[in-house]
Nanobody, 127 residues
Framework: QVHLVESGGGSVQAGGSLRLSCAAS????????MGWFRQALGKEREGVAV???????KYKESVEGRFSISQDSAQKRVFLQMNSLKPEDTAMYYC?????????????????????WGQGTQVTVSS
């Protein structure tokens, strides 16, 4: 079924950039919304960004203007470009997928909205 694999994480200094990638397979990509979540140790998982097949996006307020989500539908791949990284961005970042009809303005950022998850890729931002 749905299979998601993240890559691109690593360690950077504050102010640096990383580009995360999520390779998707096993489903009709255009029927799904793809999201990026993150979870720091001891904290709840939180929505970072989401994109639908038409390119519509939503962002967590704290990353607006610094992060950008995009997709390559031909390759079934979703990206998260992260610029101006801060230590508070340190977390495990997860790619997630959900059928587009389940996503609303009120629930796009909630983990429970998404049924499929990748294994995560670690992002560490040092000061």
């Amino acid at each position: 079924q749905v299979h998601l694999v993240e890559s691109g994480g690593g360690s950077v200094q504050a102010g640096g950039s990383l580009r995360l990638s999520c390779a998707a397979s096993g489903f009709t990509f255009s029927s799904y919304c793809m999201g990026w979540f993150r979870q720091a140790l001891g904290k709840e998982r939180e929505g970072v960004a989401v994109v639908d097949s038409d390119g519509n996006t939503k962002y967590k307020e704290s990353v607006e203007g610094r992060f950008s989500i995009s997709q390559d539908s031909a390759q079934k791949r979703v990206f998260l470009q992260m610029n101006s990284l801060k230590p508070e961005d340190t977390a495990m970042y997860y790619c997630a997928a959900t059928f587009w009809t389940r996503v609303t303005r009120e629930n796009w950022y909630l983990p429970a909205t998404y049924a499929s998850w990748g294994q995560g890729t670690q992002v560490t931002v040092s000061s």
